[in-house]
């Protein structure tokens, strides 16, 4: 079966400090994959997506980058946080070419920016 | 613009029924989602709808009309363990989804 971890689940960070969230999966090949950041009473913002190795694209322009390394791994990153980077990340995949485009979601890492 | 709207907040009460109503705007429509996230946690997928309709799984059905641009998630039976946000997301024409803000659900003894 196929399973997405994301880590860490929570991160408190100065103002100012880079930022690293890492997502992977296990149990498929050629996933879609996706960065989302949800703010509190917002729906989910739509950061990056990458259909294959080192092909990003990115929805939003902000300080954050993301880079896949590897087939199924997603890195979420900064040089130097925000306090508006500040929300709830979700990594997530879907099935390459599935007509429904059905999101599976990491556990989520909560950031906080001080 | 692409827009989805739903109610921010809605009380039920243990044992009712409740309905959850989405009304969105596209570019092109592929279907709508429906999911649930319990405060704290990820999103889990409730339903898919592409087709007119009512598509029903146990206690949850979902119900929609793409003439009208617009679904509804209905809840039977409610538990305690419903308490949660209900997110409603339309795929476009690029098969994007597009997300609402939730609907937080609060189920009363």
């Known amino acids: 079966s196929q399973t997405i971890h994301q880590w860490p689940a929570t991160l408190v960070q100065p103002v100012g400090s880079p930022l690293s969230l890492e997502c992977t999966v296990e149990?498929?090949?050629?996933?879609?994959l996706y960065w989302y950041r949800q703010a509190a009473g917002r729906g989910l913002q739509l950061l990056f997506y990458?259909?294959?190795?080192?092909?990003i694209s990115s929805e939003v322009p902000q300080n954050l980058s993301a880079s896949r390394p590897q087939d199924r791994q997603f890195i979420l990153s900064s040089k130097k946080l925000l306090l508006s980077d500040s929300g709830f990340y979700l990594c997530a995949w879907s099935v390459r070419g599935a007509d429904t485009g059905e999101l599976f979601f990491g556990e989520g890492s909560r950031l906080t920016v001080l | 613009g692409q827009n989805i709207d739903q109610p921010t907040e809605m009380t039920a009460t243990e044992g009712a029924i409740v309905q959850i109503n989405c009304t969105y705007q596209?570019?092109?429509?592929?279907?709508l989602f429906w999911y649930q996230q319990h405060a704290g946690e990820a999103p889990t997928f409730l339903s898919y709808?592409?087709l007119d309709g009512l598509e029903e799984k146990g206690r949850f059905s979902s119900f929609l009309s793409r003439s009208k641009g617009y679904s509804y998630l209905l809840l039977k039976e409610l538990q305690m363990k419903d308490s949660a946000s209900y997110l409603c997301?339309?795929?476009?024409?690029?098969?994007?989804?597009?997300w609402g803000a939730g609907t937080k659900l609060i189920i009363k003894p």
């Open positions: 997301a339309a795929l476009d024409s690029n098969y994007q989804l597009i």
């Open positions: 149990g498929t090949s050629n996933p879609n």
């Open positions: 709808n592409v």
């Open positions: 596209t570019s092109g429509f592929n279907g």
């Open positions: 990458s259909v294959g190795i080192g092909q």
